[in-house]
């Protein structure tokens, strides 16, 4: 089905119209207001996304089907595979933004907080119609503008060093990743002399074409791309980028843009190397490309350094930045799966990485509130003065381990069983070590929250509002049930997480 | 000789190395600036170049004016993150900061 | 067609020797006029090209507006006073090699690509196609950067105000 009418693209894109108007808003409000109100506009915002989601799902979700402005261009596609990570953005920045207001750092500076909130909700449209787009073109400005604004949110906090640096260095690499990528999208339409991807997999099949221009703008493509999610050997940005940013910023550049980035690649490698809809046209095409060996080298370095880089870090956010590198090699390494439940796996990954992630996130905010200190070494004692934050830290970290009974640990033998089941024992054996490897500095962590406190902190003023309680029930409840009882995550996923155009 | 396709991407290939160069070799926040902007140019002219020869030739100069509009946005966020770090540090050679460990 | 070869050559020496001065020139201001004619000679390429409509684009944005920024950049965080413009290099012989091979590799690319002379080109390339495609199949886009110019506006003045 094509939508093309002007009413149905108004409906396919509700969520994200009404979230530009939200910006439009908080534009206006910031213009008018002599002192600006942080409750307001994160009420303003979280509201939004409630409806956004709410009509995502009752409206949106029933419209699958290609999307073309005017013509018959196809420029993007409305279908489960984009719904979910649509939602799974606008659920996870629901989060980042109620987080800004236990940042202190954010926050510090009243001149800038109205734009501030203008900054993070700019982000939303671009990552929820770059997860929709097929069209290279399309795919590369919604990049860009994820970017161009994550360079300037790197940078927000007023005359900090530490976060001018992780503004410039993030720029300056991101610039030249992203300037790649263009001149590899510019080889690939010398190659295919398409934008689209539908067509560049025509092109592909056709195996009359011309490899080697196309092969070195691919290389180029997931190079940008790799920045973008921060998998090795790209990754050197990411821990330096997070521990210079404010909190909230970084748990938004660790969760909610990675979540878009896995979303974009895995379509454009699902979409042009159609590995379980066609085996055959596949192996025509591995054995001109070998494009798997690509994808195989960025996921086994992205666990191996992630993790082993991850032992000795004593700061909350490096911790965690490579924690989500050694996560993006499991999550690179379920594109290799090429049985029918390889999208599947994928996105169950992908759903329940973001629940936990953006959970061990909001934890440490708390605890990083509480401590006034992003060391490690800070948080001794913290275990027993706030038990609540501290148990769901706990059991969110159990689950990014991987540990039953969590989330965490059906989503990894989930994916375990089906690299195996696609003859990538080697994978699956890396993967299962790299989870070893991971218990030592998680439980390190775990391991400090409970250790006796060296000296007496006097008692913090700052006392957690019962929000944040309820946000933390909201996310230990899937990351519990999900890990005793997970049908519903693999209906979810396998039912409705399809990729339109290729299955 | 008559010029060819492959006389343009030649021209365009060897603009994007020396971007390239630019990026990796200097250390002038400014000069990886330029050397961005000669990257981006080149994909500009494979675009058009490629355009020419291909069923839907005009897709590639939409390309073109979608690129240089990035590239001006691009060029504004460098030029106010280079004045937010020129304040903070008085310089902008990557090289010498350094708060954040390795 | 022996004219269009000429005005090839000479507008490739333009644009490839420009480039060079921006890449190993020592002073920056060198540099940004390397980058200035460099774009011109990238809008005279266009011209060749049959894209008309691209190469005024080119010199009223990219000259005549992303060149000053970047002039604007160089005036603001260099001290003046002192004159020092001077930059230096690092890891020139790893760089030299990968660009080499990243050139000699595109290079050989588009030879086994297409070989096709350009005499045969289209003549008359149309304004109103361009804007059929950018305000049809490409609509999407031109909203996303038209939000994105604005979005810009506020980030930039907000992290560059004292």
Known sequence: MILNTTKELFLVYLPE???????????????????????????????????????LISVSGWMMGEISTGSDYVIAVNDGYGLILRGMIMFTFLVVILLTYLDKELLAEKMRQGQLYILLVSFLPAMMISVTSVDLLLTYVTVEFMSLISYVLAGYIRLSEKSSEASIKYFLYGASASAVMLFGISLIWGAAGTFQYNEIRDFLTETKGSYALFG???????????????????????????????????????????????????????????????????????????????????????????????????????????????????????????????????????????IMNIGAFLTSTILVRYSES???????????????????????VVSLIGLPPTAGFFVKFYLFTNLIDSGYLVIALIALLNTVISIYYYFNLLRTLYQPEEKEISESVFSLPMIYYILLLMLVTPVIIFGVWFTPVINLSSNFGKILGIN | MSITLTHFIAVSAVLFSLGLFAILTR???????????????????????????????????????????????????????????????????????????? | MEYFDYYFYFFSFIVLASAAVVVFSKNLLYAAVGLLTTLVGISGLFFLLDARFLAFIQVLVYVGGVLVFIVYGIMLTNRI?????????????????????????????????????????????????????LFNDYLIVFEILGLLLLVILIAASSIARK
């Not at chain 2, 946005?73 to 902008?92: C, D, H, K, P, Q």
């Not at chain 3, 080109?121 to 804007?131: G, Y």
């Open chain 1, 17 to 55: 119209i009404l979230l530009t108007g939200i910006l439009i808003a908080l534009l206006f409000t910031d213009l008018s207001q002599k002192k600006y109100k942080v409750k307001g506009a994160i009420t303003l915002i979280a509201a939004g996304l409630i409806a956004a989601i709410t009509i």
């Open chain 1, 216 to 354: 070195a703008g691919f290389l180029m493509v997931v190079l940008g791309m790799g920045y973008k999610m921060a998998s090795a050997p790209f990754h050197f940005w990411s821990p330096d980028v997070f521990e210079g940013s404010a909190i909230s910023v970084t748990s938004l550049f660790a969760v909610t843009t990675k979540v878009a980035a896995f979303g974009i690649f895995a379509r454009i490698v699902h979409t042009f190397f159609p590995v379980f809809s066609d085996a055959a046209l596949a192996q025509a095409i591995k054995a001109n490309l070998n494009y798997d060996a690509i994808i195989m080298v960025l996921s086994i370095s992205s666990m191996f350094i992630g993790n082993i880089a991850a032992l000795r870090q004593n700061n909350i956010k490096r911790l965690l930045a490579y924690s989500g590198i050694s996560h993006a090699g499991f999550i690179l390494s379920a594109l290799l799966i090429s049985n029918a439940e390889s999208v599947s796996s994928l996105l169950a990954y992908i759903i329940i990485y973001a």
């Open chain 1, 374 to 396: 992003e060391e490690i070494s800070s948080f001794k004692g913290l275990g027993y003065k706030h038990p609540l934050t501290a148990v769901s830290l706990v059991i969110f």
């Open chain 2, 27 to 102: 250390r002038n926040s400014v000069t990886i600036l330029m050397g961005l902007e000669l990257i981006l140019n080149a994909a500009n002219l494979n675009f058009v170049a490629f355009a020419r020869f291909s069923d839907t030739p005009f897709r590639g100069d939409v390309a073109v004016l979608i690129v240089i509009v990035i590239a001006a946005a691009e060029t504004a966020v460098a030029l106010a993150i280079f004045i937010n770090i020129f304040r903070n540090f008085g310089s902008i050679d990557p090289n010498e900061i350094k708060t954040l460990k390795e």
């Open chain 3, 81 to 133: 006073r002192d004159l020092q413009f001077k930059t230096e290099f690092h890891f020139v012989i790893p760089a030299l090699v990968l660009t080499g091979i990243l050139a000699g590799f595109i290079i050989k690319g588009a030879m086994e690509f297409r070989e096709a002379a350009l005499g045969k080109v289209l003549k008359n390339i149309e304004l109103n196609q361009i804007a059929l495609i």
